[in-house]
C-alpha cells in the first residue's frame, strides 16, 4: 500500500472526498480517518503541515471560544446580569461583577449601564459543554461602543480581515482615519468621518469576497489607495 | 407483459436526463443550493445551526434537523397544487430529513437547530431526490461537518424495463414502479430507499446498482458545483 496525499495543499475539498491515503498521515481539523484514508469532514480548504492534514474552513456559524475578544450586542438585561447576542447560536451572558469597574448600588437599575441594543466589546471567559457563554468587560481595550457601525462578516474571514500582525485593518484604518474594532464573531464596528465609514465598509466587503486568494494585502493596497487618493502602504503602521 | 421500448422523451434506459447544479443562489442564507434534473427543479436554503424554538424540541444532547419540503403552487402541471404543507409534504420532509441526518454531526451544536427549506417552483417526478442532492449541497455550503454529501436518484420499472431517472409520465404509468434512492457516494450506502409500485427481486436489485451507478454522476456535479464557488476569477 502506498501512502500519500491524494490532494493538493490550498485545494477545495467537499465532504466525504478523500485526502490521502496511509496510517501515518494524522486528520487535523475539519478531517477523520476512515480505515487507511483520511476523509473531508465538511468544504474547506487543504492544508498539510507535515503529517498531519486538517481543513480552513471557508463558511459557518461562530461558536465561542475562550478567550476570543468578540463584538456583542446586548439584548436582554437579567437580575444581575446582561444577556448579549454574539453572532452564534447561542447567547452569553455578563454578569454585574464581570460588567463594570464602577460600583453597581443593590437594586440598580442596571439599564442605565447598558442598554437594550448597545453594542460592546468584550470577551468569552468561559464556555460549557452545553454552550452556556459567559462575557467579561473588564480587560483592556474592552468597552461599550458609542456611535459608529457594526458590519457583519463571515467569522471565518476575520483573520484575513485582521491580516498578519494586524496589518490588515491597520492599513484600512490608516487609510480612511476610521476606528475599527474587529470581533471574532464576525461583527466589525467601524466609527470616523461618514466618507471613511463607507469606504472601509467597501473595502471589508471586498476582503470578505477575496479572502481566499493570494496577494491580498498588495491589492487592498492599491484599492485603498485609488479610493482615498493617499498612499497606502501594505505595512501601514502598528495597530 | 407489454415491451417498453423506448423511452416516452427518447432517452437511453440508463440516461438521465439533462442536470444543473449552482450553489450559494441565495445570498442571505447560511448555505444554499439550486438543482435541477430535467424539468423538476429544486431550491434548498439552511438557516443555522440558529437558537430552537418551541424550546420542548431542544435536545441537550445534540443539535437537531428541520427540513421543510414544498411544491410551489404553480408547480406540477398546471392543475395548481393546494399551497402551505399537506400529509404527503409533511412525509417527504420527513424522510429527506432521515437521509441527510446519518451524515451530520450536530452534536456541537446542544439545544440549536439546523433548518432547511427545500421549495420546487417546477416538478417533473423525481422531486424527493432532487431535494435531497440540493439540500446535501446547501448544508456543505453552510459549512457544516458532514461525512459525505447524498445523492439521490430515482429508479424504477416501466413495463418490462428498468429505467432510471423516471419522468412524470413513467412515474404515473399504469405498469411500473418508483423507487428512490439515496447514496452516500463514498461509502455506497444508502440512506433512502422507497417503493411504489411492484417489481421483482432482480428488478429491484438491478434497479439499485443502477442507481447507485448514476449517483456517481450526480456526485460530479455536486463536487463540482461545490468547488466553482471558489474558483479564482
Keep these: 500500500m ?17 485526502l490521502a491515503i496511509g496510517m501515518s498521515f494524522l486528520p487535523g481539523s475539519g478531517a477523520y480517518r476512515d480505515s487507511e484514508h483520511i476523509v473531508a469532514q465538511r468544504l474547506g480548504m487543504v492544508s498539510v503541515e507535515g503529517k498531519v492534514i486538517k481543513l480552513i474552513a471557508l463558511s459557518g456559524k461562530y461558536l465561542p471560544k475562550i478567550k476570543d475578544k468578540i463584538v456583542g450586542k446586548v439584548i436582554d438585561v437579567l437580575m444581575t446580569g446582561w444577556r448579549m447576542e454574539l453572532n452564534s447560536p447561542y447567547s452569553a451572558v455578563m454578569t454585574l461583577k464581570d460588567a463594570t469597574s ?48 457594526v458590519v457583519e462578516v463571515s467569522p471565518q474571514k476575520v483573520p484575513r480581515i485582521v491580516g498578519k500582525e494586524g496589518s490588515m485593518v491597520a ?16 461583527w466589525i464596528w467601524l466609527s470616523g468621518e461618514p466618507e471613511g465609514e463607507v469606504v472601509a465598509e467597501q473595502a ?7 479572502a481566499h486568494l493570494g496577494g491580498l494585502t498588495d491589492r487592498m493596497a492599491t484599492w485603498l489607495g485609488d479610493k482615498t487618493g493617499k498612499s497606502v502602504a501594505p505595512r501601514g503602521g502598528a495597530q | 407483459m407489454s415491451v417498453y421500448s423506448k423511452r416516452f422523451d427518447g432517452r437511453g434506459f440508463d440516461e438521465l436526463r439533462s442536470m444543473s447544479a449552482k450553489v ?28 430552537l424554538h418551541p424550546k420542548f424540541m431542544q435536545n441537550p444532547e445534540t443539535g437537531i434537523l428541520r427540513v421543510n419540503y414544498n411544491m410551489m403552487p404553480f408547480s406540477g402541471h398546471g392543475n395548481r397544487v393546494r399551497p402551505g404543507g399537506g400529509r404527503r409534504s409533511k412525509e417527504i420532509s420527513m424522510v429527506i430529513q432521515n437521509a441527510l441526518l446519518p451524515v451530520l454531526n450536530l452534536k456541537e451544536y446542544p439545544n440549536a437547530v439546523v433548518d432547511i427549506f427545500v421549495e420546487l417552483p417546477q416538478t417533473d417526478a423525481g422531486t424527493r431526490c432532487a431535494a435531497i442532492t440540493a439540500a446535501a449541497m446547501a448544508l456543505a455550503d453552510a459549512g457544516l461537518e458532514m461525512k459525505d454529501l447524498v445523492c439521490a436518484v430515482a429508479a424504477g420499472r416501466v413495463m418490462d ?73
Design chain 1, 204 to 210: 471589508i466587503r471586498k476582503i470578505e469576497q477575496e
Design chain 1, 102 to 149: 464602577e460600583f453597581i448600588a443593590r437594586g440598580a437599575d442596571l439599564r442605565q449601564y447598558y442598554d437594550l441594543g448597545d453594542y460592546v466589546v468584550c470577551q468569552v471567559v468561559n464556555v460549557t459543554s452545553q454552550k452556556l457563554v459567559d462575557v467579561s468587560m473588564r480587560g483592556p481595550g474592552l468597552q461599550k461602543l458609542r456611535g459608529g457601525r
Design chain 2, 161 to 233: 424495463k428498468v429505467v432510471l431517472d423516471l419522468n412524470y409520465l413513467e412515474d404515473s404509468h399504469e405498469d411500473g414502479a418508483d423507487i428512490p434512492v439515496a447514496i452516500l457516494p463514498n461509502s455506497g450506502k444508502v440512506t433512502l430507499l422507497q417503493m411504489d409500485g411492484e417489481v421483482t427481486r432482480e428488478q429491484l436489485k438491478e434497479a439499485i446498482t443502477k442507481a447507485k451507478d448514476a449517483c456517481k454522476k450526480i456526485y460530479e456535479l455536486q463536487k463540482a458545483a461545490l468547488k466553482e464557488r471558489f474558483v479564482r476569477e
Design chain 1, 2 to 18: 502506498t501512502e500519500q496525499v491524494l490532494v493538493k495543499d490550498k485545494e477545495i475539498v467537499v465532504p466525504g472526498e478523500k
Design chain 2, 24 to 51: 450559494g443562489v441565495i445570498p442571505r442564507a447560511d448555505g444554499s443550493a439550486m438543482f435541477q434534473i430535467g424539468k423538476t427543479m429544486a431550491y434548498a436554503a439552511v438557516y443555522g445551526p440558529r437558537d
Design chain 1, 171 to 186: 492599513m484600512i484604518k490608516q487609510a480612511t482615519g476610521c476606528e475599527i474594532i474587529v470581533g471574532q464573531n464576525g
